[in-house]
């Protein structure tokens, strides 16, 4: 068996881990190694630095641009309707808001118009109202029961 005395052994040598550094200084170091150098740019955020500003700008005009258009309001005929049908029942806000198991503030604010509707809550108001609500005729009044039509 021939030995070589010049062959290198090296035993428990750890392997090479990607080192992440900020200083120039190492990375120039890196290069002159002829080590593979990775350089990425990270985008800080929260810095107060002048260059981001217009980024922020860019976002924003972007974000108004893909904004959604915020829910429709009651139609002014419908508050008209409620508070007239009210009237002449001689019911309260408070009363009204009783009936139909809701604060009185919800019923203020669909009186003034500024409530986004609420199918089960406008069902319930006509059914205490006897008005319509919703729909094309707003303001009539609902019929009453359905006759049972006899056929003989």
């Known amino acids: 068996m021939s030995e070589d005395w010049d062959a290198k052994t090296v035993i428990g040598h750890k392997r090479q881990v990607a080192k992440v550094t900020k200083k120039d200084s190492d990375i120039n170091a890196a290069r002159r190694a002829n080590a593979v150098v990775s350089t ?8 107060n630095k002048a260059n981001q500003g217009t980024d922020h700008q860019r976002i924003a ?7 959604v258009a915020p829910p429709s309001k009651v139609l002014p005929s419908v508050g ?3 508070q007239t049908a009210r009237l002449e029942l001689k019911f309260s806000q408070k009363d009204v808001a009783q009936k139909v198991n809701e604060k009185p503030s919800v019923i203020q604010d669909y009186e003034a118009g500024s409530a986004i509707p609420n199918p089960q809550v406008l069902g319930k108001l006509e059914r205490i109202l006897g008005v319509k609500l919703r729909g094309s005729d707003i303001g009539s009044k609902l019929g009453g029961p359905k006759k049972a039509s006899t056929s003989t």
Not at 40 to 47: C, E, L, P, Q, V
Not at 61 to 67: A, G, Q, V
């Open 40 to 47: 990425d740019k990270k985008i800080t955020s929260g810095s």
């Open 80 to 82: 008209r309707a409620m």
């Open 61 to 67: 005009k972007l974000d108004r641009e893909n904004e």
